[in-house]
């Protein structure tokens, strides 16, 4: 299979180096006549669905090729090529969870606006936050963590990308659908792995909305050696494996011990000033590419008592000096209180292997005597009074929570994130002595 997928991608490879001859062979008129080569080489999957849509919502597992579809469809639009766009669109909207995001995936990335062109290179200015292309035409980057951003502009186009992880999600869709009003058919293109988020279901069912999927094994000769089976070992056979890998929307469980209603509810903006911060470790017991992730999670206790959520670092496949230099870094940035790290797995080589990168952090070991259930219990109860708050999205984190069941599972596996979740809610939920005010 491996060598297969290999030369899958030296055919594609050579298919585009001859496309490009073809092109650079032709005289002034680029394309003029010609198939442009994103139509030959796509599947069709990844190319508009015809109709009048006004929102085009392409729906995909990991991998997919979710990301080269949009990049291509925003640069035809840009451009004016046939058979996309009938004329170039010169004011075009780039939208996904992060400005960080928009540049290094939807500009910058491997399969980005700036990778794809083949000809001259869109110019991306990082100040102004916009990509200028060759025939002046301009396309805005935006952050669903700041919604208001959207206001005052005006687009013929747009591209959200990763619409499932958006951070204030209806307010960043309703910005731009009211910034959506140039020319005589300004349409939108959001890219995304599907949750069960009451936006994405609206949008599913509208009028104006075409609706295609992918399945992350579609795009095999596209993507890594061994990536695929990786995914299949972690996620294959499970719920949240159709839902990352087969791009399925899964509903919630009805056994869940989190509701992803309630966890929108309690969701804030930003965090006030915390009187404790605590990061939580839950370390694997390996270290491949199939092994648990190990769960880094950052949580606050405010001055009213409330806690606050403030960041999911965990990272998957990591070795040990490299899931501790997370929790440090973590640590570090938001100047916590100390590192609180769960020993079940490794014993006293957890908090060494946090002192081997940083001596002096202060590491509070636990130990897990009770199932997975009945520790997290006692925080369901804390969401549900209101004492947890969300500052920001954790779109996987939150996955985890709202696919827990009693068997303890999330997805078929350990919740790694949620894990480390429950500890840190349960340190900050625990009397301390003299609490310092400290701020973010």
């Not at 030369?7 to 050579?14: I, K």
């Not at 009451?198 to 399945?215: D, F, I, N, Q, Y």
């Not at 056994?255 to 911060?277: C, K, T, Y």
Request: glycine share 10%.
């Amino acid at each position: 299979m491996a060598m297969e997928g290999q030369e899958d991608r030296l055919d594609e490879a050579a298919a585009w180096r001859a496309i490009e001859a073809e092109i650079a062979g032709q005289a002034s008129g680029v394309l003029r006549g010609a198939m442009p080569p994103w139509q030959r080489l796509a599947r069709p999957s990844q190319l508009p669905p015809p109709g009048d849509w006004r929102q085009w919502l392409l729906i995909g597992g990991r991998g997919s090729g979710k990301t080269r579809a949009g990049a291509e469809w925003v640069r035809a639009m840009a451009l004016g090529l046939a058979p996309f766009a009938r004329r170039p669109h010169g004011r075009i909207a780039l939208v996904t969870e992060t400005l960080a995001d928009a540049r290094e995936v939807m500009i910058e990335g491997e399969s980005g606006l700036k990778a794809i062109e083949f000809g001259a290179k869109p110019v991306f200015e990082a100040s102004r936050r916009r990509l200028t292309f060759s025939n002046g035409a301009v396309a805005q980057t935006f952050s669903s963590e700041d919604p208001d951003a959207l206001r005052g502009y005006q687009f013929d186009a747009a591209w959200g990308d990763e619409l499932g992880k958006w951070t204030y999600a209806e307010e960043t869709f309703d910005n731009l659908q009211l910034a959506l009003r140039l020319g005589e058919r300004p349409r939108a293109l959001f890219t995304t792995t599907p949750r069960p988020l009451p936006l994405l279901k609206r949008l599913m069912s509208e009028g104006g909305t075409a609706v295609t999927h992918m399945r992350s094994q579609e795009n095999a000769a596209n993507l890594a050696a061994g990536f695929m089976e990786a995914m299949a070992a972690r996620y294959g056979g499970s719920r949240l494996g159709r839902q990352e890998l087969d791009g399925v929307m899964i509903e919630e469980r009805e056994d869940a011990l989190f509701e992803r209603a309630a966890i929108d509810r309690a969701r804030v903006r930003a965090a006030p000033e915390m009187r404790r911060i605590v990061v939580a470790v839950d370390p694997p017991a390996t270290s491949t590419h199939r092994s648990d992730a190990c769960g880094i999670v950052a949580a606050g206790l405010g001055g009213d008592g409330t806690i606050y959520v403030l960041a999911d670092a965990s990272r998957q496949g990591a070795k040990p000096p490299e899931w501790a230099r997370a929790a440090v870094s973590l640590y570090e940035r938001l100047e916590a209180d100390r590192i609180v790290a769960e020993v079940n797995q490794g014993g006293d080589m957890v908090e060494a292997v946090i002192r081997a990168v940083a001596p002096d952090v202060p590491v509070k070991p636990v130990r897990a005597s009770r199932g997975k259930w009945l520790r997290a219990e006692p925080v369901a109860a804390l969401y549900e009074q209101g004492r947890v708050r969300h500052a920001g999205s954790f779109a996987e984190l939150e996955d985890e929570m709202c696919d827990f069941g009693p068997d303890g599972l999330s997805g078929g596996r350990s919740p790694d994130r949620l894990d480390a979740l429950v500890w840190a809610v349960t340190a900050l939920a625990s009397p301390q002595r003299e609490p310092r005010v400290r701020g973010l």
